[in-house]
């Protein structure tokens, strides 16, 4: 079975209440309603807009510990463009702390709730609870850039989290860079089924996929052997891309293929969810990727195949479901993009 390392691992600028829901109602009127005839830059999501509120409301101790410049470097290597499925960004500082004034923890949590789809809040909610006691408590984040003036990303990290917000500053990549997301609803060693898990539903799609495929693509489907997980940079492991191609199914398969993509990036905002397609239409759509299952590791023993991945040229999206959900996602509009990974 493979090893978690994840779980057995590893001042104060005044922002007023009444400026803070001010400026969440207005960067949500803004995101809803497009600017026609004004300027050709595109309007900033409610997200974008808040970053830029909460970086100006740091105090110049807050923004020594927790903002970089855009190409900071540290061990990892290019920081803002690391993942990994237990971390923690600028771990001194946990946002459910008094580092941050109580306006900017409101700032910081409308920012995160703005990159996800409403529908999937609750779910993120119980996600959080159950790993890391709720949101807050075992988070952290960190800017990088200057927003407001120039390119930024926002970064937050955490147990089974990174996610990142960008205003697609971040040239050529979805989501501004690699993201992670995991759950271990039932305990470390998940019980078959993964009772209570809010991700497992994308491996029951992805497992109904494989239930269409007749014996001939079952054989290309199936893999002995699941690559380490964290090895999601483009050209497959070893630089071979395992599995059965999209292109080469029968349209109804194709058609089920879109549906357990669909599902892959449904949690998240709509403008994360286009960036997603749009940097896939550039390597070939869904039809040039590769859709892996693997033997090993099948909790159970029973057929339904915990551990998968969808992968394409500049595209990887790695399912680990053993012993408990692990999700890594890289995806660009070219393979040319590096990112690190681990610790």
């Not at 147990?159 to 690699?178: N, Q, Y």
């Amino acid at each position: 079975m493979q090893q978690c390392p994840d779980c057995s691992n590893s001042e104060n600028s005044p922002v007023s209440r009444r400026g803070f829901v001010q400026t969440v109602g207005l960067a949500a009127a803004v995101a809803a309603v497009p600017q026609i005839g004004v300027s050709d830059e595109p309007t900033k999501p409610a997200s974008e807009s808040l970053v830029t509120k909460l970086y100006n409301s740091l105090t110049p101790t807050q923004k020594k510990s927790i903002c970089f410049d855009w190409d900071h470097k540290d061990d990892r290597g290019l920081l803002r463009m690391h993942v990994s499925n237990n971390w923690q960004i600028t771990g001194d500082h946990k946002i459910a702390t008094g580092f941050y004034t109580k306006d900017q923890q409101e700032i910081i949590e409308a920012l995160f709730w703005g990159l996800y789809s409403p529908d999937w809040h609750d779910r993120i909610k119980k996600q959080l609870q159950d790993d890391a006691g709720g949101y807050g408590k075992e988070q952290s984040i960190a800017i990088f850039g200057q927003p407001g003036t120039g390119k930024f990303e926002f970064v937050m990290t955490g147990r089974h989290l990174t996610i990142r917000c960008d205003g697609h500053s971040v040239e050529h990549v979805a989501f501004g860079g690699p993201i992670f997301y995991g759950h271990a609803a039932s305990g470390f060693d998940e019980k078959v089924g993964h009772p209570g898990n809010v991700y497992w539903y994308q491996a029951q799609k992805a497992n109904s996929l494989f239930k269409m495929l007749d014996g001939k693509q079952r054989d290309q489907a199936l893999v002995e052997q699941a690559p380490e997980e964290s090895s999601v940079h483009f050209g497959g492991p070893d630089g071979r891309p395992q599995g059965i191609v999209i292109s080469e199914l029968s349209s109804d398969q194709k058609e089920y293929a879109q549906k357990v993509l669909d599902a892959l990036v449904e949690p998240y905002r709509t403008t994360d969810r286009d960036e997603v397609f749009k940097c896939l239409k550039a390597q070939g759509g869904l039809d040039k990727c590769r859709l892996a299952f693997y033997k090993s590791d099948d909790l159970g023993n029973d057929g339904e195949w915990d551990n998968w991945r969808l992968e394409g040229p500049s595209f990887v999206w790695h399912y680990r479901g053993t012993p408990h959900v692990h999700v890594w996602v890289n995806v660009a509009d070219n393979p040319t993009v590096k990112i690190t990974t681990g610790g």
